[in-house]
């Protein structure tokens, strides 16, 4: 599958505990942002990374939430100490040039976070 | 602060007719635009897009108009199929900027 890739599908967190969201981008795609989904609302950014470098993190709350791209291996979206209000829909994309090059995002499937 | 709105959150079309789907916008910085439809449980999947330095974009049975002086765009599906039935998201992007915006979608179902 040369799609974007992520992991896992659905996620269940009890309040407190740590959630890791994984996103392989497309092959040969080395910009990927990270976007929530609220219910009833539409896709928020939330941060954009290249290869080893977050480039803007303008969207993600300040506390708790961080996220990483390294030289080898998928992004990582990190949720320290969820809380009801995380739970969400959280979509990664990536693409082949930054957004100023006028080119689609490709999205992955998402992973769908449950806080109980 | 939602600089991209979609006003009207459902839709309903017969098949074989026209679906227009509306989006606006408030960023006159805004220069590519995109479609995006969603499926259940599925992550968008890109339709097509459009520059500010045109004002059609035809892809088969879409097209996207722009009118940058109303800061508004549209999507045309004719005719419609009941594939078509998704939500829909429009989205903008501006050069000097970082991300895409989205707005809150349109919910398309084409009746048979």
């Known amino acids: 599958n040369a799609g974007v890739m992520q992991n896992p599908r659905h996620l269940v967190r009890r309040r407190g505990q740590e959630a890791r969201l994984r996103c392989s981008p497309m092959?040969?795609?080395?910009?990927v942002y990270w976007y929530r989904q609220l219910p009833e609302e539409g896709l928020k950014f939330m941060v954009y990374l290249q290869k080893e470098n977050i480039i803007d993190e303008s969207g993600m709350p300040k506390e708790r939430f961080s996220a990483e791209f390294p030289k080898e291996g998928p992004s990582i979206l990190r949720i320290q100490q969820v809380v009801r209000g995380d739970s969400a829909a959280y979509f990664c994309?990536?693409?082949?040039?930054?957004?100023?090059?006028?080119?689609?995002?490709?999205f992955g499937d998402g992973t769908r976070l449950s806080i109980l | 602060d939602q600089q991209v709105k979609q006003n009207s959150p459902s839709l309903s079309v017969q098949e074989g007719r026209i679906s227009i789907l509306n989006c606006d916008y408030t960023n006159s910085m805004f220069d590519y635009f995109l479609w995006y439809k969603k499926y259940p449980a599925e992550g968008p999947t890109f339709l097509i897009s459009i520059s500010s330095i045109k004002d059609k974009n035809e892809d088969g049975r879409f097209t996207v108009f722009l009118n940058k002086s109303a800061k508004h765009l549209s999507l045309h599906i004719v005719p419609s199929q009941p594939g078509d039935s998704a939500v829909y998201f429009c989205?903008?992007?501006?050069?000097?900027?970082?991300?895409?915006?989205f707005g809150t979608g349109t919910s398309l179902t084409v009746i048979p």
């Open positions: 092959k040969g795609h080395s910009h």
């Open positions: 994309a990536s693409s082949p040039v930054g957004v100023m090059s006028n080119q689609p995002q490709h």
């Open positions: 989205a903008a992007s501006a050069r000097t900027g970082n991300q895409f915006y």
